[in-house]
């Protein structure tokens, strides 16, 4: 049994969507040429016999009804009689007797028949299936305890039929035959996108090509077809990203990681037998120097894994009270920053998204303003709506501010100003901003401040609270 199963299953991978479409045309086109067919072939047959039944009636009628019958002797057969050569007549008694003067050819006679003439019943129509023939049994009014018997062949009914048959079955099979074609042309032509997105699958599967495919309609097909494109130029989007990422992330690793290096190998080479010995000065100072180039090495690395957290879409999206972010972001900018004075104006703004990622974007930008302020300064946090569906989060500083060369650059992944060179950081940080702004619908801006300082500004959509 479950052999049988498998080999099913096995088969029903096997034949194509083509052939499924090709036969589900056919079998539909079949049952209603089938049911036509059928239909047809009763109306007619129904028609014929009842045709056959109609005449044998009419013909009983005229000769019980016929005044000429009266008038002649049961002795002699009427001449009219005569005229129903292509029927087979004779008139019985109870005992089925023929009761006509003349010998004639006798249409079967059954029980049916015998009743009619005992006058059990007045009317008996049956189909004798010996002789092939329609017979009619009618009571006869001249002779006491009789009956007339009209008996007509079928042969020429049959024939018509069976023509009928052969040709409903001709048409009908190329009734069939005509919608498997048409069903394969169909199929072909309506598959073909489909055709297109498989070998589009399997060619990135195997190179890794993400060109978009060609678009022909706009029908479902080709709006699946849209779909696939945008997906792959989703997948190469982030692909791009991550190789940028990488290759980044590699250039910038290179120089703490040189200086870390060379720090450890001229304290190993020291400490070799013969090697001239350092001065404690020069030893502590090393000491430092490591310990500042792994504090930037652990900064640069938890940089990057929030960049590359960043780069995919927040798991979790819920409604956010932008207010209570910035605060929370306040709070701890003011514990690590205790030189510089905040002068914090916020309205309520709330919006969905991620939380954490905003709380973040703001975290960089206070460290931003922070690093750059000088010791007293004052650094500005504003959180204003701008009155069409957006807020503004400013933040300023007092500090050098940026030069127009570099404004157009903030933003950019591990870009740092001449200025930024001697500060510690990775600069990463406000590319996180900015990558966290645009994922909640939004975009950021750089300037300069009132006090001569950089202005940095983030704008989210969301409403006032």
Partial sequence: MIHTEREADGLRQRVSLRSRITL??????????????????????RGLYQQIDDNLVERATALVNN????????????????????????????????????????????????KVAAGVWTESFRTDTATDTRVLAVRFPFLSDTALVLAQPLESTKSTLGKLAVVLIVIGGSGIIVAALAGTAVARGSLRPVQRLTAATERVTRT??????????????????????TMLGAVAESQERQRRLVADAGHELRTPLTSLRTNLELLLAAEAPGAPNL???????????????????????????????????????????????????LDRARRRASHVHFDVKLQPWHLVGHAASLERAVLNLLDNAVKFSPPGGTVRVELQPAGDGYAFLQVADAGPGITDDDLPHVFDRFYRSSEARTLPGSGLGLAIVKQAAERHGGSVFASRSADGGALMAMRLPGQPG
Avoid: M, W
């Fill in 208 to 229: 890794g090509d993400l060109r978009p495919i060609p678009v022909a309609g706009d029908d479902e097909l080709s709006r699946l077809t849209d779909s696939f494109n």
């Fill in 24 to 45: 589900l045309a056919a079998f539909c086109v079949g049952g209603a040429v089938a049911l036509v067919s059928f239909g047809a072939y009763i109306t007619v047959y």
């Fill in 67 to 114: 005044t000429q019958v009266i008038n002649e002797s049961s002795t002699k057969i009427p001449e009219f009689f005569l005229e129903l050569s292509d029927i087979k007549f004779d008139v019985i008694n109870e005992r089925g007797v023929s009761a006509i003067n003349r010998p004639v050819v006798s249409p079967p006679i059954g029980p049916d028949e015998l």
């Fill in 279 to 329: 001065s404690a000065q020069d030893h502590a100072d090393i000491q430092d120097d490591l310990r500042a180039q792994l504090d930037e090495l652990t900064q640069l690395i938890g940089d990057l894994v929030e960049l590359a957290r960043e780069d995919a879409a927040p798991a979790v999206q819920e409604h956010v009270e932008l207010l209570e972010v910035v605060e929370q972001a």
